[in-house]
Each structure stands twice: as structure tokens, then as C-alpha cells.
């Protein structure tokens, strides 16, 4: 038997690669199918099924690309309905892998097709189970992305600590739990850095699975919970009816555009994206043009703010292009018009306009703070519970766009995040909606807590 776990941190997403006796199966692949067909030949082995916990809602998947190059077949657990061939499972059904076993766990709560599958190895122990978002490394899936469904936030919370009791606590403390996400992920509120675990430990350390009634559950679990990105009901519509293949949308999107052909597509409705680094982006862009560097988590974050239905247009460092078209396309975002062939210096040689942003270091921003300043925090709401600079104000990024109204054009705002990349993110929309007296706090309150400045716990986030 042979497992491993296929991490890729920009989407904090985990897919498996299982085998056994030459016969290998897929769980939760990404769009790009080539890793997964790669490690097969390599090993010499054939993949015969692609297992999916749900209809995914923050990333388009691989599997109907994937069983339409292996002739694998697709498994979904109870109640999933596709537009495509599928084998939709019962209940505690099980699938033979060589000489190993995967069970269904239908583990409605998540979305209501969600279910684990359950390893049984060749001695017949149940050895770990792959839970999707049903079940994460400290937190559990969020209960709001059920596609077309009447049920509330409540109602999905309700049944998710049932299946939680029912059919994951019930496990062997050392069963191995795989789950799907790690942190930064927005499928659940705060995953834990860790991207396996035990069932013993979560049981210990997990808030979800400790004693309590459904209604403290689900108190517990909604609480907080914020809005999922806009993005999410799209890809989980994309996963659940299908998709165009990953080379043709990688041939039509990667399209270099001269700078003539580049000002053309330039006009009403097109999303400038600039993929650069933020250190890079601050220095020069095209106006009008919102920052969201690969060095990051840049797929979701293009999720969270850009309309994935918007044609865009991107600037990218050279050699990087094919890399930002195939991670907007891991997300969904296809209208993708080209990009500026030489990138920013091609703009820059024109002799084009060019905007900056003013950065400072959080020294610099330490001996100009005055009391009146207004400072505006962008970090989640579990990052502020751990203390903010006093009068600032809160507003996370995944909401920034629509709480700008609230905000004074004609004021000076300091912005920062945790580190300085959604910072950047902030600024280079604020820029675009015309607010120009703003300053970028490089590091973010990483480095701000090195200066000293004083903090304060916020009485309400």
C-alpha cells in the first residue's frame, strides 16, 4: 500500500494518490491532471477510480479531465447529482483498490453530498480516512455551501455534527486523518498549520469534536462565519456540471498582447490583474491595475475579489505567465484576455503614465503615528481577536470593496495586514476607487509588533 498527499499551498488543498497492487486511485485531484497520470506511470500502476468528498466549491477539480485520459472512473457519495458519468455511491460502500479497501462515509453537514472514505488496508484495519471538509486539523467544514438548497447554515450545521458523531468519532484513535484543506483555506474558520492528524488527536485538540450538544455545536460552528467568496458557488456549479479541458483553456488564455493590442483590449469592464510581487508593484503599474501577487495565496484571493465573469487582462513577471493563467483557471477564471508581452517594462518604455504606492517600513510608520491617525486593519477576524493598534478600524479584505463607501476620500489612511501582501491588495483598490492619500505599512503587524506600539484587544470585530 502506498499513500501519498499532493499539498499545493496556494490553494491550501490536499489531493491523495492511493495504490495498491498496481491499481491507484485519486482523491480530490486539482484541475491540472498531469501529476497525478505522471506518478502513476512512474509507479507503474493504473488508476481506476477518482474519488471526490464533494462538489468543491473554492477550486475547479480534475476529475472528469482525469477519467476522461485514464478511463478511471468517478465516485461521489450519496445524493450528488452530475451532468457527466458517474458512479454516485451508497452508504457505506466499498471499493476495491489491488488488495486495499475505501469505504463511503456519507458525512452530510459541509454540503450534503459530502462523505469520507474510510482505508481499509490489506489486513482488514480501518488505517485512515480521507475527510474532505467534513473534518479538518482543528475546525471542521463550513456549513453554508450546499448548491440549490433550502436548508439554512443551521440546518447543515446540525447535520454535520451527526455525522461527525456518527461516523468519524467512532474511528480508532489512531486512524490517520487526510483532510482536504490545510490553513488559509476559506472552507473552514481556522484550520490548523498541520496537514494530517489522528482521530485520537482530534478528538483532544479539535473544538468540533469535544462533548457537547448539537446546539452548542452548532452555535459554535457559525459562529463568526463569515460570507464564502463570492467565487465558491461558481467552481462547486463548474465541478458539478462540468468544464472545458485544462489545455484548452491554458492554449486561449495564455495569449502575449503587444502593447498596441494590449491598450485595445483595454476599455469598460476589463480587470487589469497585476500578478508582480507587491514590493515590485508599488514602485510602478498601470493605473488602475489591483495587486495580487503569485508569491501568495493568489488563486483564492482572485476568487474573493475579482468577478470571475469580467474579461481580464494581467501583467506578470516574464516566465511567470503560463504559471498565473493556470492557477486563475484552478479557480475558475477563464475570461482571460491575454497579457502584456515584456510586461510592466514594455508599458514603462512607451513612456505610459504610471502609478505608485507609497510604502513605508513599520519604523517609519511608528515615529509618524499620531492619535487622529486613521489606520485601517485588513486581517481576518481571528488574526485581530489577537490584539489591534488602538482606533483602528477593522476591515477584513474579503469585505474591503464593500465597505469603501464608509471611507473619506478626501482622509489619509495607513493600511496594513499581518505581513504586507493583502495590504497591497488593499491599497491597489483603493487607488483604482480614487482614494489617493493612503500609505502601505510594509510587514504588516508582523513587523509593527516589533516596534513596540501598543495594542489593544477589540471589543467587537
Excluded at 79 to 99: L, N, P, Q
Excluded at 191 to 218: C, D, H, R, W
Excluded at 291 to 308: K, R, S, T
Amino acid at each position: 500500500m502506498y499513500i501519498e498527499q499532493l499539498y499545493t499551498g496556494c490553494l491550501a488543498e490536499a489531493a491523495y494518490y492511493i495504490e495498491s497492487n498496481g491499481e491507484a486511485a485519486i482523491i480530490d485531484p486539482l484541475r491540472e491532471t498531469t501529476p497525478y497520470i505522471e506518478l502513476a506511470l512512474k509507479r507503474n500502476a493504473k488508476i481506476k477510480y477518482v474519488f471526490e468528498t464533494h462538489f468543491h466549491a473554492d477550486f475547479v477539480s480534475g476529475h472528469i479531465d482525469l477519467a476522461r485520459k485514464t478511463g478511471a472512473a468517478i465516485v461521489f457519495g450519496p445524493t450528488a447529482e452530475t451532468d457527466f458519468d458517474s458512479i454516485i455511491a451508497k452508504d457505506e460502500e466499498v471499493f476495491t483498490i489491488g488488495t486495499i479497501k475505501l469505504k463511503v462515509l456519507h458525512t452530510p453537514g459541509h454540503t450534503m453530498e459530502s462523505s469520507c472514505f474510510l482505508l481499509i488496508d490489506e489486513a482488514g484495519k480501518n488505517n485512515a480516512v480521507f475527510t474532505g471538509d467534513t473534518l479538518f486539523v482543528g475546525d471542521v467544514g463550513r456549513p453554508d455551501l450546499a448548491i440549490k438548497s433550502n436548508l439554512t447554515r443551521e440546518d447543515l450545521a446540525g447535520l454535520l455534527y451527526e455525522s461527525l458523531n456518527s461516523k468519524i468519532k467512532v474511528l480508532e484513535d489512531e486512524v490517520i486523518v487526510y483532510p482536504a484543506h490545510g490553513a488559509g483555506s476559506a472552507c473552514g474558520k481556522n484550520i490548523g498549520k498541520e496537514t494530517f492528524s489522528t482521530i485520537g488527536v482530534q478528538k483532544k485538540m479539535n473544538y468540533a469534536l469535544q462533548p457537547m450538544t448539537k446546539k452548542e455545536f452548532v452555535d459554535a460552528v457559525v459562529d463568526g462565519l463569515s460570507d464564502p467568496p463570492k467565487y465558491f458557488f461558481v467552481d462547486a456549479m463548474l465541478n458539478k456540471k462540468g468544464y472545458a479541458n485544462i489545455e484548452d483553456v491554458m492554449t486561449k488564455n495564455t495569449l502575449p498582447l503587444s502593447i498596441a493590442e494590449f491598450e485595445k483590449e483595454m476599455g469598460a469592464g476589463v480587470t487589469i490583474l497585476d500578478a508582480r510581487d507587491p514590493d515590485a508593484f508599488e514602485k510602478g503599474y498601470i493605473p488602475g491595475s489591483i495587486n495580487i501577487g503569485l508569491n501568495g495565496q493568489y488563486a483564492p484571493w482572485v476568487g474573493a475579489l475579482l468577478d470571475a465573469h469580467a474579461p481580464l487582462l494581467f501583467i506578470a513577471d516574464e516566465g511567470k505567465e503560463a504559471e498565473a493563467v493556470l492557477r486563475l483557471a484552478r479557480v475558475g477564471y477563464e475570461n482571460v484576455h491575454g497579457f502584456l508581452q515584456g510586461g510592466i517594462t514594455t508599458w514603462k518604455n512607451a513612456g505610459h503614465p504610471m502609478d505608485v504606492i507609497d510604502s513605508i517600513t513599520a519604523v517609519e510608520f511608528n515615529n509618524r503615528l499620531q492619535n487622529d491617525d486613521n489606520i485601517i486593519d485588513v486581517r481576518k477576524k481571528g488574526e485581530v481577536e489577537g490584539g489591534m493598534i488602538e482606533n483602528a478600524q477593522h476591515i477584513c479584505l474579503s469585505g474591503f470593496q464593500d465597505e469603501l463607501h464608509t471611507l473619506d476620500k478626501n482622509k489619509h489612511y495607513y493600511i496594513h495586514c499581518a505581513g504586507g501582501y493583502r495590504s497591497m491588495m488593499a491599497a491597489s483598490i483603493m487607488k483604482q476607487r480614487g482614494y489617493n492619500n493612503i500609505t502601505n505599512v510594509k510587514g504588516g503587524m508582523t513587523k509593527i509588533k516589533e516596534t513596540g506600539i501598543k495594542l489593544v484587544m477589540p471589543a467587537v470585530v
